[in-house]
């Protein structure tokens, strides 16, 4: 089936959030956090579900066409960019024990009031077994 207009409208605004956010090697992350939802154009009032398949399908495409990094860190920030215009979304990023050569497993998240997102798959974020380290309020400006 073949993606309606506002479907492909909030995939290029994913697309190019998570072109944006290939600059986590030389920006700071809550510079990042805090820029991102500026960016012009943003779709407001997005439905999380909707915002959620826009950034997973964009990333995965920028991943696949251009070999972009396509790590949970990523979709959290082109989600919560997406979302920035919702009361208590949250860029959430947390730890927990790794398996074999790596001691520390992270991830990144994000939680929308009661909601979390987890961006490894249908699993919440909390019942994976990471330990909130810090959490960045994502807002877009008013």
């Known amino acids: ?18 072109r944006r956010a290939q600059a986590i090697d030389r920006t700071p992350l809550p510079r990042l956090v805090d820029a991102l939802p500026r960016l012009s154009g943003l779709p407001r009032g997005v439905a999380p579900d909707a915002a959620l398949a826009a950034t997973l399908r964009a990333v995965s495409r920028g991943e696949r066409w251009f070999g972009w990094r396509g790590t949970c860190l990523v979709k959290a920030l082109v989600l919560s960019s997406l979302l920035s215009d919702r009361e208590g979304v949250e860029l959430v990023i947390g730890i927990r024990k790794g398996e074999g050569a790596t ?38 400006p008013r």
Do not use: Q
């Open 1 to 18: 089936m073949a993606p309606s207009p506002r479907e492909l409208v909030l995939f290029f605004h994913a697309f190019r959030l998570a």
């Open 103 to 140: 001691p520390i497993d992270g991830h990144a998240w994000v939680r929308v009031g009661d909601r979390e997102f987890s961006l490894l798959g249908p699993a919440e974020a909390a019942g994976e077994g990471y330990v909130t380290m810090t959490s960045l309020a994502v807002s877009a």
